[in-house]
């Protein structure tokens, strides 16, 4: 037996049932469509979870406007010691136990047996697995869960209310999905390595990302540095520091599926490290759950050094989000920019309905956050030695082809750098050029570069080279970009919306873009100016850096 033990002997059940609890807003998860429960999980598995704490005072757009430390952040932002204090006070005496605390993130880990976890979390924990027509046998013990359940909303001790934000990872069923895209080889009409869309969106010369790092998110998959070193070899580059971090039990596991998450992995370093070959890249490795994604992108935001940039090529319709995770995450992506780190996440590959099927249009979650620069795709036609364009293009290839994801946030309202641009205001792209019909919600997405697999990137991934498109490699391209801009200004861009659509007008080309005036992503259509398909446009680098 433990010293903690000893100190907080387990409750029994009729203790636990004692417990006085109050709802946690935003907590609600209808069940996962295709899956069902299979039974409560044994009563001494053990379960974790993360907590986020309230902040000790809200951040406000002014702390955007130059970087803060990681111990001004903390000691501004952070979670107050009396509120961590409480939490353990709370929790420890109940049989949960605090595994890890960090007060600059808001953070807290905890771990129990499911009976004590349910219980002090006012919820049920059951075992869920995928419905197959005629084989159910409700008597039959599974042997092995597909992933812990969680219906409805959950409940904090009462010490807790207000203190605790959200709870995440009790349901441990998948987040989001890599937003990559492959065709068969004879769809392929042409292709491109990383170096030659940097002479098609002119990187800035004299410039390969020294001196910064970039961050990158992985929710599974794994790389081989075998096939990192082929792969820079061929291009000529001399293989750029690659590190892996585990997060939550993450860890950089391979699968040996090109086709799956090794492609997105592979995908995301490839890109990024042959376009600023001189940064240090960090692939955080985490579960594919709320938590995981979370705690992932807290992480490397906090990080030492503080990346340049933070490159996310996973998400999900925002809808499919609990607003205590949303809230949270979103949380996280204003630390990193607090702290001077770009985010730079995909808009997702399935249009203007995301994926949902209702009819309706929809925006990809992380991209449809404010704090996250959000990243829309084309299909380019280009001369691969030259740089020359002939076309550039919305990237739209049908339906079940892929296409570009954006449009208009249900959950975050419109930003005030956006407010001029004609984001619309009504559902399902009416009102287009909005901005004479009062706000709508955040646009989706900021900028843009080559997503079409169709005329992708030359990739190796397991062994095989390949092509690979989707917004997951735009990106890497744009973090890859943030790093040479801010090697070149010797200053962190933070969020850099604000300046990207600085005095920026509907119908009027932003300084350092080149529009994209052609084509549609199902409910909304490209043309001058800012639009929901292409947002700002495709960069100039060098421009931009001027602009800069």
Not at 13 to 20: G, P, Q, W
Not at 22 to 41: D, K, N, Y
Not at 425 to 452: I, K, L, M
Not at 490 to 516: E, H, K, M, N
Request: hydrophobic share 40%.
């Amino acid at each position: 037996m433990t010293d903690d033990e000893r100190n907080h002997p387990a409750p029994s059940d009729a203790e636990l049932d004692r417990l006085d609890l109050v709802p946690l807003p935003g907590s609600e998860r209808p069940a996962r469509p295709g899956f069902r429960a299979h039974g409560a999980l044994p009563p001494e598995a053990p379960v974790s979870a993360t907590l986020v704490l309230r902040r000790r005072a809200p951040l406000t757009d002014d702390a955007f406007s130059a970087p803060l430390s990681r111990d001004e952040l903390a000691e501004r932002y952070g979670a107050s010691p009396d509120d961590i204090a409480v939490v353990t006070s709370t929790l420890e005496p109940l049989g949960v136990a605090v595994e890890e605390v960090s007060a600059a993130e808001r953070r807290i880990r905890v771990s129990g047996p499911a009976r004590v976890i349910a219980r002090v979390f006012g919820t049920d924990l059951a075992q869920s697995l995928p419905e197959v027509e005629g084989t159910a046998d409700e008597e039959a013990t599974p042997p092995s869960p597909a992933y812990r359940q969680r219906t409805g909303g959950l409940s904090v001790p009462a010490p807790l209310a207000g203190v605790v934000t959200a709870v995440l990872g009790l349901d441990d069923r998948p987040q989001a999905r890599a937003q990559l895209r492959l065709v068969r080889p004879a769809a392929v009409s042409t292709s491109y390595t990383p170096p030659q869309l940097g002479a098609v969106y002119a990187f800035p010369e004299g410039t390969d990302g020294s001196g910064q790092r970039i961050a990158i998110i992985e929710l599974g998959g794994g790389y081989v540095q075998e096939d990192l070193d082929t792969y820079f070899a061929s291009l000529g580059i001399p293989t750029p520091t690659v590190r892996a971090v585990g997060i939550d039990g993450g860890s950089n596991k391979p699968e040996g599926d090109p086709n799956g998450a090794d492609g997105e992995v592979m995908l995301d370093i490839e890109v990024a490290g042959a376009l600023a070959p001189g940064a240090e890249i960090v692939v955080y490795f985490a579960p594919n759950t709320d938590a995981g994604f979370l705690d992932a992108v807290s992480t490397a935001a906090h990080a030492e050094p503080t990346p340049a940039a933070i490159s996310i090529s996973w998400g999900q319709s925002e809808d499919q989000w609990t607003a205590q995770a949303r809230t949270a995450f979103d949380e996280a992506l204003q630390d990193a920019a607090a702290l001077g780190v770009t985010t730079t996440a995909a808009a997702g590959d399935d249009g203007s309905s995301d994926r949902v099927g209702d009819g309706r249009a929809h925006v990809d979650f992380p991209a449809s956050s404010p704090h996250a620069l959000a990243c829309g795709g084309t299909r380019l036609e280009a001369d691969a030695d030259t740089g020359a364009v002939r076309s550039e293009t919305v990237w739209n290839n049908g339906a079940g082809g892929g296409a570009t994801g954006g449009g208009v946030s249900a959950v975050f309202p419109l930003p005030s750098w956006q407010s001029g641009v004609g984001v619309p205001s009504g559902e399902n792209g009416d009102d287009q050029g909005g901005a004479a019909n009062g706000p709508g919600g955040r646009g989706v997405p900021d900028v843009s570069a080559v997503a079409d697999p169709q005329t992708g990137y030359r990739i190796r991934v397991d062994g095989r080279d390949t092509v690979i498109g989707g917004t997951s490699a735009v990106a890497p391209l744009w973090a890859a970009l943030v790093a040479r801009i801010v090697q070149s200004t010797g200053r962190p861009l933070g969020l850099a919306q604000p300046t990207l659509y600085d005095s920026v007008r509907a119908g009027q080309v932003a300084a350092g873009f080149r529009d994209i005036t052609v084509g549609d992503n199902g409910a909304y259509r490209a043309g001058n100016g800012w639009d929901a398909c292409t947002g700002l446009g495709v960069p100039d680098g060098a421009a931009l850096l001027g602009a800069l």
